[in-house]
C-alpha cells in the first residue's frame, strides 16, 4: 500500500511582503515537522532569495524542501515555481528580477523583505518592490519554468485576487503546468465546473 504523505508547496519566508517576519527557515520547518509534513514547498514572491538558507536549515527537521518563486504575470495571474536545488531556483530568480519594474519596494505601504540565513537571523532586505507583475506573460513564464527545470502550478486557481480562473476567466488551451493549486475555499469537483 502506498503511503500519503501530506506535503505543502505555498509557504512564504520573510522576503515576501505578505510574510510576517517571524516566518525565518527554523520556524517555517519546525512547523512543517510538527504538523507531519512531507514535502514542503517556500517560495517568495518574485525571488528565491532565501532559497539557500531554506535548503541549509532543512537537514535538521527531517523535511523534504522544494525551493522557488511565486511569479506574478503580466495578466496578474500567480504562478508557483518549484526546484529541488536552490541554484536552480537562483538561476530563474536572476531572470525574473531582470523583468521587475524597477521600482523600490516602498516599507510603509508592503512591510519589510527580509533576506535570512538558515538560522533565521536577518542578513539584509531587498530593496525592489517584489510586490508587483513581472513583464513577462503567463504561458511564457510556464515555459521558462521548464525550462530551467521546475514544476509550474497555478497558485490558488480559484481565488479573486491573482487567480487564474478569476483573471483571465478560463484556463488557457495551451498551458501545460505540471499541477494546479486550490485555495482551502473550493473544491476540485468546483473548480472543474468553472
Known sequence: MTERVPID??????????????????????????RRIGVLGVVDHNTAGNARAVMEAAPAFGVRVLVGLEIESVEGVHVLALF??????MALDTVIGECLPPRPNRIEAFGEQ??????????GEDPRLLAAAVDLGLEAIVELI??????SIPAHI?????GLLPTLGFIPSGLSSDLWELSPHTTPDAARET
Open 158 to 162: 480559484d481565488r479573486r485576487a491573482n
Open 9 to 34: 508547496l505555498h509557504v512564504h519566508t520573510a522576503l515576501s511582503p505578505c510574510a510576517s517576519a517571524e516566518m525565518t527557515p527554523p520556524s517555517i520547518l519546525l512547523s512543517a515537522e510538527r
Open 114 to 123: 527580509y533576506l535570512l540565513d538558515p538560522l533565521g537571523e536577518i542578513i
Open 146 to 151: 521548464g525550462r530551467y527545470g521546475g514544476l
Open 84 to 89: 529541488d536545488s536552490a541554484d536552480a531556483a
